[in-house]
């Protein structure tokens, strides 16, 4: 059972801006993923009804430059295991 319909609603929408991602990357385009806005102001720029959720915000675009030196991500034994946590996956 979900949680809510909010978590529920929330989840796939992110598994299709995750693909939207991917999608402009291989068009060469840049994207930044965000979900600390005030969704009040979003709506009201948007013209977005008041019932609708905006759970994620998606820039597009160019970037001109670096923001940040690449932190870099996890090694994939830290983020992907086998059949239980903990257990390394082996391909
Ligand atoms: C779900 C999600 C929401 C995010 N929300 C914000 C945000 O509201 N503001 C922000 O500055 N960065 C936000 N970020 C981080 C940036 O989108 C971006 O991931 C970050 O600048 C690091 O870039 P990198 O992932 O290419 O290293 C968010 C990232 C994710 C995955």
Redesign the pocket.
């Known amino acids: 059972m979900h949680e809510s319909v909010e978590a529920w609603t929330n989840r796939h929408t992110?598994l299709a801006v995750a693909h939207m991602m991917i999608v402009a990357k291989s068009f060469g385009v840049d994207s930044?993923?965000?979900?600390?806005?005030a969704s009040d102001r979003v709506k009201e720029a948007f013209n977005i009804p008041e019932e609708v959720d905006v759970c994620?915000?998606l820039a597009l675009g160019f970037a001109t430059e670096p923001?940040?030196q690449?932190?870099g991500r996890f090694d994939i034994d830290r983020v992907c295991y086998s059949e239980s946590f903990g257990e390394p996956f082996v391909l």
């Not at 930044?32 to 806005?37: A, H, I, N, T, V």
């Open positions: 992110m930044c993923p965000m979900e600390g806005f994620c915000l923001y940040k690449y932190g």
